[in-house]
């Protein structure tokens, strides 16, 4: 039996959330006719999978291997006593934020000068309180964690031997979910958080009101270190008014100051890789710079990996200059996979909506009506299954948050198992797709 394949498809069924903390601990022990043994590191987690997770494992291994399992699981009797465990997996090592991500380095362009006066601010000893907290948001790829990586160096020196903590939302509530399960760890996770000087939280946009009583902890946690005046920077790819959490926690985040990231435009662009390609010795001519920049436009990080695939290719063959003819040849792949996955979606996007008869604005739209719900919904799981797209890119392109695309996923897959005719019509889309 092939776990890891089996975790794959866990993963697909169950959010980050929760399949981090409760299904990664799990091993495979043994397969014994329809029986699959598993092994967990404590009792609590035992217990809450097969009150919560069984049926979804036990799909996965149906999917996997073709046949029917039922799952037992034992408690590994040589673990460490849970609390150790929540301390080893929780506990704060040294965290070192990257040296190459300063805000020296971060090419701020006008449009983007009232981000650069904010973070400047912040970074000061005196900071307003207008600046508390500070909420930055952004496209995928457009420097947030560059950002929260300089703010967080330059405030360890302002507070020296005061704490930092630096983490993602999925962390804090994989965290808080593990340590409910074990109430008298509640008060230690509550303190340590509380103790710090400077809370820096990336990727708040999957706080999302499914977690009701997370929100609730991180309410109560923001409260305590507001009202203590410690500085609080959080991060998200859609500003608070879109964020589906509660109106309260809304209204904390919007107290302080709420800025973007925007989106490079092709000056901001050509400025970036002119700069990094010097950086790596590879000082491009402006031929080759526009080239680039116009071929990625929307992600800095595909950006930057292509001047370090220019890079290794003129270091390991020991050139002096790349040619504008030897650049296009050696990001072509890159470029035909950008090219492709766009054709692509817009294919399906295009068929879809050819084939419900309705309007593709409308399918991207946020209008609840219901002949628009399943084409939207079909179109979600195509992209997903077809183009590899992950959650966060299809939530952009719908303009709807990650939880809501995962919800469609797993509507179109429950379909799909009960409905033998629109199951049909969705291997037809697959075939057509797959095959382009």
């Known amino acids: ?187 230690s996770f ?61 209204s904390r985040f919007m107290s302080g100051t709420q800025v973007e990231i925007l989106d490079p435009d092709s000056k901001l662009r050509e400025e970036i890789i002119s700069k990094k390609s010097q950086q790596l010795g590879l000082n491009l001519d402006p031929c080759s710079v526009t080239y680039i920049s116009e071929n990625f436009k929307s992600d800095i990080r595909a950006m930057t990996g292509c001047l370090n695939e220019l890079s290794l290719y003129k270091n390991a063959y020991n050139l002096l200059i790349l040619t504008d003819e030897k650049i296009r040849e050696i990001l072509r792949t890159r470029i035909e996979k950008v090219d492709k996955h766009e054709n692509q979606s817009d294919n399906i996007l295009n068929h879809i909506c050819q084939y419900y008869s309705q309007e593709k604005s409308a399918i991207l739209g946020k209008s609840r009506r219901s002949e628009y719900i399943m084409p939207r919904h079909v179109s979600m799981y195509l992209l997903y299954e077809i183009c590899r797209m992950n959650k966060s890119q299809i939530g952009k392109m719908f303009n709807t948050s990650h939880q809501t695309v995962l919800s469609a996923i797993e509507k179109i897959e429950l379909k799909l198992k009960n409905e033998e005719k629109f199951k049909r019509n969705i291997d037809s889309f697959r075939k057509k797709f797959e095959l382009q």
């Open 1 to 187: 039996m092939d776990w890891d394949l089996v975790l794959q498809e866990i993963s697909k069924k169950i959010p980050d959330t929760y399949y981090k903390p409760f299904i990664l601990p799990l091993t495979f022990e043994e397969m014994n006719d329809q029986v699959v043994i598993l092994k967990a590191p404590s009792e609590i987690i035992k217990s809450h999978v097969e009150n919560k997770y069984q049926k979804f494992i036990e799909e996965a291994l149906e999917t996997v291997s073709g046949d029917k399992f039922r799952i037992e699981i034992n408690v590994d009797e040589g673990t460490k006593p849970i609390a150790t465990f929540l301390q080893d997996k929780f506990k704060d090592e040294s965290f070192e934020f990257n040296p190459e991500y300063t805000l020296d380095q971060f090419i701020f362009s006008e449009m983007n000068k009232p981000l650069e006066i904010a973070c400047s601010m912040i970074l000061q000893k005196n900071t307003s309180s207008s600046f508390n907290p500070f909420y930055i948001y952004g496209n995928i790829g457009v420097g947030k964690t560059h950002l929260l990586h300089a703010l967080g160096a330059g405030l360890e020196k302002i507070y020296q031997s005061k704490s930092i903590k630096y983490i993602s939302i999925n962390t804090f509530l994989s965290e808080f979910v593990i340590n409910v399960q074990n109430r008298q760890n509640l008060d």
């Open 190 to 250: 509550r303190n340590k958080y509380q103790s710090y000087s400077v809370l820096i939280v990336d990727d708040m946009q999957y706080l999302t009101s499914i977690a009701e009583k997370t929100q609730d902890e991180f309410y109560n946690l923001f409260n305590f270190l507001f009202e203590r005046k410690r500085q609080i920077i959080l991060a998200a790819d859609k500003p608070i008014a879109d964020l589906s959490i509660q109106e309260r926690l809304k």
